[in-house]
């Protein structure tokens, strides 16, 4: 029986990958039986049907102390699935779900296990016209494209002012941002990856696609030539200086990853002699209202209608290979986890 509050589970007893640490900064991981109290507080409870990987899962995975200070932990940034127990209002058993960002899966246990507990002001209600499925192939990884995409629309950038460069355009954010872009009509650039993966980049919308050498100028020179209207950088480094020296008068460009560096090697000439603008994107502490905005513009206006051509999906037991995979920089686009087949 249930008090309409809680969908009682068949077993205290469910399965996770966990990551442990068995001396000082050595790690090794595996999915473990987990049991339902090892769980935080928490007022929703939800049972994971589908999660995804993204670069700050690998780097909890691996030990990496920025994105996770304790071990054991369970990784996993995102999660879509349905409320088994809820104590908010707000949210009712049987409800489908979608929870990203915040401190899920870096310190709090994340969706690479069958449940997680996490509180209410965290959880999105899985909008109309997408699935939970369809909400994994997204993820983080997917919201940050899109927030990014609007934030740079939401500065003035306009599809006929030109083009719109997409650095690490095969990875996950990258791969979103492009589709987003050209089904708004917007003509896309994008820089290949380590691997040749044009002929993948042309088939979700690039127009161009370019190499790393060629979005990198290590000349010095304080600015550049003109080309890019807008641009959606998630790589950091050497191309991002770069394409903020060679946008466009009053172009804006978006920063998002570091994978590349951290740093950022530029004066401030782009911005008081052309006006570009640089805005920071921040999806894991986004207001709630904007994110619940811009997950109803991914179920609706932003629906790629190619999502399958951007997407793996792999049972939760070969999540360990998926990982190692990440981690030879072989990944491309989206691989979403079905938590169901282990």
Same mark, same amino acid.
């Given at each position: 029986?249930?008090? !309409?509050?809680?969908? /009682?589970? *068949?077993?205290?007893?469910?399965?996770?990958?966990?990551?442990?640490?068995? *001396?000082?900064?050595?790690?090794?991981?595996?999915?473990?039986?987990?049991?339902? %109290? %090892?769980?935080?507080?928490?007022?929703?409870?939800?049972?994971? $049907?589908?999660?995804?990987?993204?670069?700050?899962?690998?780097?909890?995975?691996?030990?990496?102390?920025?994105?996770?200070?304790?071990?054991? $932990?369970?990784?996993?940034?995102?999660?879509?699935?349905?409320?088994?127990?809820?104590? +908010?209002?707000?949210?009712?058993? !049987?409800?489908?779900?979608?929870? @990203?960002?915040? =401190?899920?899966?870096?310190?709090?246990? !994340?969706?690479?296990?069958?449940?997680?507990?996490?509180?209410?002001?965290?959880?999105?209600?899985?909008?109309?016209?997408?699935?939970?499925?369809?909400? /994994?192939?997204?993820?983080?990884?997917?919201?940050?494209?899109?927030?990014?995409?609007?934030?740079?629309?939401?500065?003035?950038?306009?599809?006929?002012?030109?083009?719109?460069?997409?650095?690490?355009?095969?990875? !996950?954010?990258?791969?979103?941002?492009?589709?987003?872009?050209?089904?708004?009509?917007?003509?896309?650039?994008?820089?290949?990856?380590?691997? =040749?993966?044009?002929?993948?980049?042309?088939?979700?919308?690039?127009?161009?696609?370019?190499?790393? *050498? =060629?979005?990198? &100028? @290590?000349?010095?020179?304080? /600015?550049?030539?003109?080309?890019? +209207?807008?641009?959606?950088?998630?790589?950091?480094?050497?191309?991002?200086?770069?394409?903020?020296? @060679? +946008?466009?008068?009053?172009?804006?460009?978006?920063?998002?990853?570091?994978?590349?560096?951290? =740093?950022?090697?530029?004066?401030?000439?782009?911005?008081?002699?052309?006006?570009?603008?640089?805005?920071?994107? %921040?999806?894991?502490?986004?207001?709630?209202?904007?994110?619940?905005?811009?997950?109803?513009?991914?179920?609706?206006?932003?629906?790629?209608?190619?999502?399958?051509?951007?997407?793996?999906?792999?049972?939760?037991? &070969?999540? &360990?290979?998926?990982? *190692?995979?990440?981690?030879?920089?072989? $990944?491309?686009?989206?691989?979403?986890?079905?938590?169901?087949?282990?």
């Amino acid at each position: 029986m249930t008090d !309409g509050r809680t969908i /009682m589970t *068949e077993s205290n007893v469910f399965k996770a990958l966990v990551v442990n640490e068995t *001396e000082k900064n050595t790690f090794v991981r595996g999915i473990e039986t987990r049991t339902l %109290d %090892d769980l935080p507080e928490g007022d929703v409870t939800v049972k994971v $049907h589908y999660s995804s990987l993204n670069y700050k899962d690998v780097l909890s995975a691996t030990g990496n102390r920025g994105v996770t200070r304790k071990y054991p $932990h369970t990784p996993g940034i995102d999660a879509s699935g349905v409320v088994a127990e809820s104590t +908010a209002p707000a949210f009712q058993p !049987g409800d489908e779900v979608i929870v @990203t960002s915040y =401190d899920l899966g870096m310190n709090t246990p !994340g969706g690479y296990g069958e449940y997680i507990r996490v509180p209410s002001g965290w959880v999105v209600p899985r909008p109309v016209g997408l699935s939970l499925r369809e909400a /994994m192939i997204y993820g983080t990884a997917g919201f940050t494209a899109a927030l990014s995409v609007w934030r740079m629309i939401g500065n003035g950038v306009e599809p006929d002012q030109g083009e719109i460069l997409v650095s690490g355009a095969t990875g !996950g954010v990258g791969s979103i941002a492009v589709s987003i872009l050209a089904k708004s009509g917007y003509t896309v650039v994008a820089v290949n990856g380590v691997v =040749d993966e044009s002929d993948y980049l042309k088939e979700i919308g690039a127009k161009e696609v370019i190499r790393i *050498e =060629d979005a990198t &100028d @290590t000349s010095g020179r304080p /600015m550049l030539r003109g080309r890019w +209207a807008g641009a959606i950088d998630t790589v950091g480094g050497e191309i991002l200086a770069t394409t903020i020296k @060679t +946008a466009n008068p009053n172009g804006t460009v978006t920063c998002c990853g570091n994978v590349a560096s951290p =740093d950022l090697p530029l004066n401030v000439f782009p911005f008081i002699l052309r006006g570009v603008t640089l805005i920071g994107i %921040d999806s894991q502490n986004c207001p709630m209202p904007i994110r619940t905005r811009i997950w109803q513009k991914i179920a609706s206006d932003w629906k790629i209608d190619w999502l399958e051509k951007l997407t793996t999906e792999a049972p939760f037991s &070969d999540l &360990d290979a998926k990982i *190692e995979l990440m981690l030879q920089g072989k $990944h491309k686009g989206r691989t979403i986890i079905n938590m169901a087949e282990i």
